[in-house]
Nanobody
């Protein structure tokens, strides 16, 4: 009923930049928080950044000052501008949206399929 699709991953050299985009679509009534998570090989999925509907943001310490999250509520979209990328940022990045479907009562988490970000040294 709800689809979440990321785009914008790729291969970049250390120090470079990438911008990830994510759009939620379907029978959407309302969206609370939207966020980005990442999972590197052999590691658990971790929070990168989250943004509330009103625009409040939170970042993991590892990306603070380098990444910027933003959203467009009119497009049910969230973005992640990643600057000064490091090899340790290499991971699959997942978009998350906390969504209440049309005529629904509860907010549920929906995930995208992930987009690979690879930073070479």
């Amino acid at each position: 009923q709800v689809q979440v699709v990321e785009s914008g991953g790729g291969l970049v050299q250390a120090g470079g930049s990438l911008r990830l985009s994510c759009a939620a679509s379907g029978r959407i009534g309302s969206i609370n928080d939207m966020g980005w998570y990442r999972q590197a090989p052999g590691k658990q999925r971790e929070l990168v950044s989250v943004i509330t509907r009103s625009g409040s943001t939170n970042y993991s310490d590892s990306v603070k000052g380098r990444f910027t999250i933003s959203r467009d509520n009119t497009k049910n979209s969230v973005y992640l501008q990643m600057n000064s990328l490091k090899p340790e940022d290499t991971a699959v990045y997942y978009c998350n949206a906390n969504v209440r479907i049309l005529n629904g009562h509860w907010f549920l988490d929906y995930w995208g399929q992930g987009t690979q970000v690879t930073v070479s040294s």
